[in-house]
Nanobody, 130 residues
Framework: DVQLVESGGGSVQAGGSLRLSCTAS????????LGWFRQAPGKEREAVAV??????????ADSVKGRFTLTNIKVDLKNELYLQMDSLNPNDTAMYYC??????????????????????WGQGTQVTVS
C-alpha cells in the first residue's frame, strides 16, 4: 500500500485560494496514479484531479477545470503532490482526500472514479468556502 500524508486545507472566502499537499511513499511501483478526490456531506466521493506520476499530465473534473492545478514532484522515492485551488466557491466545500492507485496506468478522473475500491487513501483534509 501507498502511504499518503496530507496537509493544507482550511477555511477561505469565495474567490480565494488554497493549496493542498500530499506526500506519497512506500510503493513498490515507481509510477502510478495519484490525485485528489473530494466528498461533500450527503454526496458521493468524486475525483477532482488525477495524474500519472511518470508523465505528470493531469486530468481534471469539469467542475474545477481552469481553477485547480495539479502538480507532482518526485523526491527520491517519494512523490510530492500539490493541488492549487483558485477562484474557490462554496460548491468546493468538502473533505479532500489524497488518492493513489498502483498497478494502473490510465490516470483520468473518469477511470479513477471506477477504481475506488482499489485506491489507497489519505486521512482527508477539510476545505470550507464561505
Amino acid at each position: 500500500d501507498v502511504q499518503l500524508v496530507e496537509s493544507g486545507g482550511g477555511s477561505v472566502q469565495a474567490g480565494g485560494s488554497l493549496r493542498l499537499s500530499c506526500t506519497a511513499s512506500g510503493s513498490e511501483y515507481s509510477n502510478y496514479c495519484l490525485g485528489w478526490f473530494r466528498q461533500a456531506p450527503g454526496k458521493e466521493r468524486e475525483a477532482v484531479a488525477v495524474l500519472h506520476s511518470g508523465d505528470g499530465r493531469p486530468s481534471y473534473a469539469d467542475s474545477v477545470k481552469g481553477r485547480f492545478t495539479l502538480t507532482n514532484i518526485k523526491v527520491d522515492l517519494k512523490n510530492e503532490l500539490y493541488l492549487q485551488m483558485d477562484s474557490l466557491n462554496p460548491n468546493d466545500t468538502a473533505m479532500y482526500y489524497c488518492a493513489a492507485r498502483t498497478g494502473w496506468a490510465i490516470c483520468t478522473t473518469q477511470t479513477m472514479s471506477r477504481q475506488i475500491k482499489y485506491i489507497d487513501w489519505g486521512q482527508g483534509t477539510q476545505v470550507t468556502v464561505s
